[in-house]
């Protein structure tokens, strides 16, 4: 059984730095084919894409919030990392990360996702 | 960057058919994949490769993709499948590589 589960702090204040999370398990982040995402959903919008890291560490970035994101994985642990720089309020949103398995059935669909953890920025 | 553009909402009575249309350049050149998201929940993949479906979800949900367009069909609609949906490509053609979702469309049972 295929799980993800993201962690961090659930209150952060302006300009600091946030540091997410996600734990994994049913499935190893060395096997060809395995990319681990993170999504973000402000309260009552539209979800917004951040960023990818894959098997191979290739890493990719949303264009808008590259220069605030860092991504890193960590396969003995089988955790992935995502860094936000700068946080302000309007980065307050649910985070989520979010599997794709290209090889399976599914290509760059994300088949399993985690509950997601809110995150608050405020003073 | 690539855009996708959805309708905010499509209502639609109980039995009938709910049609939620995704527009992108050439979308039907793209892979293009689905999720249905109930209130207070995370995504669950709905449909992938334009049309195919993962095995928990439905017969009742189909999709389509050709020239600008793509769409998600949903047959039979029940109470149940009240939901915000979201389609999502993945960009390979520009300089920066990555997941592009669609704003999102709030589909009401009525």
């Known amino acids: 059984q295929v799980t993800l589960r993201e962690s961090g702090p659930a209150l952060v204040k302006p300009t600091q730095t946030l540091t997410l999370t996600c734990t994994f398990s049913?499935?190893?982040?060395?096997?060809?084919?395995?990319?681990v995402n993170w999504i973000r959903q402000p309260p009552g919008k539209a979800l917004e894409w951040l960023a990818v890291?894959?098997?191979?560490?290739?890493?990719y970035y949303s264009t808008s919030l590259k220069t605030r994101l860092t991504i890193s994985k960590d396969t003995s642990k089988n955790q992935v990392v995502l860094t936000m720089t700068n946080m302000d309020p309007v980065d307050t949103a649910t985070y989520y990360c979010a599997r794709i398995s290209y090889y399976d059935s599914s290509g760059y669909g994300m088949d399993v996702w985690g509950q997601g953890t809110t995150v608050t920025v405020s003073s | 960057s690539y855009v996708l553009t959805q309708p905010p909402s499509v209502s639609v009575a109980p039995g009938q058919t709910a049609r939620i249309t995704c527009g992108g350049n050439?979308?039907?050149?793209?892979?293009v994949y689905w999720y249905q998201q109930k209130s207070g929940q995370a995504p669950v993949l709905a449909v992938y490769?334009?049309?195919d479906r993962p095995s928990e979800i439905p017969e009742r949900f189909s999709g389509s993709n050709s020239g600008n367009t793509a769409t998600l069909t949903i047959s039979r609609v029940e109470a149940g499948d009240e939901a915000d949906y979201y389609c999502?490509?993945?960009?390979?053609?520009?300089?920066?590589?990555?997941?592009?979702f669609g704003g999102g469309t709030k589909l009401t049972v009525l």
């Open positions: 049913g499935f190893s982040l060395s096997t060809s084919g395995m990319c």
């Open positions: 490769y334009d049309s």
């Open positions: 999502q490509v993945f960009d390979t053609s520009s300089d920066h590589p990555g997941v592009v």
């Open positions: 050439n979308i039907g050149s793209e892979n």
């Open positions: 890291i894959d098997w191979d560490d290739d890493k």
